[in-house]
């Protein structure tokens, strides 16, 4: 029995195996663990909001000293009296 060509089973593409790993894990016949993030990711993590952050307080850093400086002197000034 031959089926029509709109009624047979669409093809799966052939699976690719996944590389051979190495170490304890594989010699059992198991997968290696990984929990979670490693220390390094964290740390690339961190290093990228700390370049992030300084890069924000340098670019208004002095804007926003000016201001508060601008202010203060304001405050001075009126309640000085002068």
């Excluded at 290696?32 to 850093?61: D, K, N």
Aim: charged letters at 20%; glycine letters at 8%.
């Amino acid at each position: 029995m031959t089926l029509h060509p709109t009624h047979q089973q669409p093809q799966q593409p052939p699976q690719e195996r996944p590389a051979q790993e190495t170490g304890p894990a594989a010699r059992q016949g198991r997968r290696p663990r990984r929990r979670g993030a490693t220390a390094m990711e964290y740390l690339f993590v961190i290093s990228l909001i700390l370049v992030v952050a300084m890069t924000g307080i340098g670019y208004f850093g002095q804007s926003t000293k000016d201001t508060t400086q601008k202010a203060a002197d304001a405050i001075q000034k009126a309640t000085s009296g002068k």
